[in-house]
């Protein structure tokens, strides 16, 4: 039922993915502006832009995870609600997942096409490294996302908390880009195994901690 309600709130309001959208648009014209026709120089940094704007979306969109709970309490009548409360971070956890993981497949022909770069890569790794980068921001989002919903400015708390846990994700998924990328192919499962590990680590702990946030 959450997952219904937020998808249904998200396709009426729009506020979320949309967001995300229009911040990444923004980060591609700012980059095709700056560089202008020198593209050269664009190929070193070409796979940080992507991650870099992937992040600071991702931050906007998991930033919105509980705006819909707040007002009038509706959080609270959730965690009220009969049931286990690790299935509403669970529930959160995967529709932001989904926006995310669907803004990076929107998003990512429009890095190649607007900032001229060729696609000579691999397709599978790619997409499972976009999958992977995702969860690794939601994990890590919905749990400080959480921890900060019922703090005075915790929006603007969410970006400074967020930003140095998921440099391990930016790290490894502009690695295994830059491999996936790259011509000859390199092999990014190395780091898509370092990614596969942090997701796993902070799919468990919002779970596990979930229950503590709520009592303090």
């Not at 921001?137 to 915790?154: D, E, I, Q, W, Y």
Request: proline share 5%.
């Amino acid at each position: 039922m959450i997952v219904y309600k937020d998808f249904l709130l998200e396709f009426k309001m729009k506020d979320s993915w949309v967001t995300m959208m229009a911040f990444v648009v923004m980060v591609i014209f700012l980059f095709a502006f700056a560089l202008g026709a020198d593209w050269r120089r664009l190929d070193a940094i070409f796979p940080g832009i992507i991650w870099m704007a992937y992040l600071f979306a991702g931050i906007l969109g998991v930033g919105r995870t509980y705006g819909h709970e707040l007002p009038e309490e509706a959080l609270t009548g959730l965690m009220l609600a009969p049931g286990e409360r690790t299935w509403i971070i669970a529930a959160k956890m995967f529709v932001a997942f989904c926006f995310m993981f669907g803004m990076e497949l929107v998003a990512s022909p429009l890095f190649f096409i607007l900032l001229n770069q060729s696609w000579s890569g691999q397709w599978v790794p790619y997409l499972v490294t976009l999958a992977l980068g995702a969860w690794g921001f939601v994990g890590v989002g919905t749990l400080l996302s959480a921890l900060s919903a019922n703090v005075r400015g915790g929006e603007a708390l969410l970006p400074v908390l967020m930003a140095p846990l998921a440099v391990p994700v930016i790290i490894t998924a502009v690695e295994a880009t830059k491999a996936i990328l790259a011509s000859p192919h390199q092999n990014p499962w190395g780091w898509l195994e370092g990614l596969l590990a942090y997701d796993v680590i902070f799919s468990a702990l919002p779970l596990l901690l979930y229950e503590y946030l709520w009592e303090v």
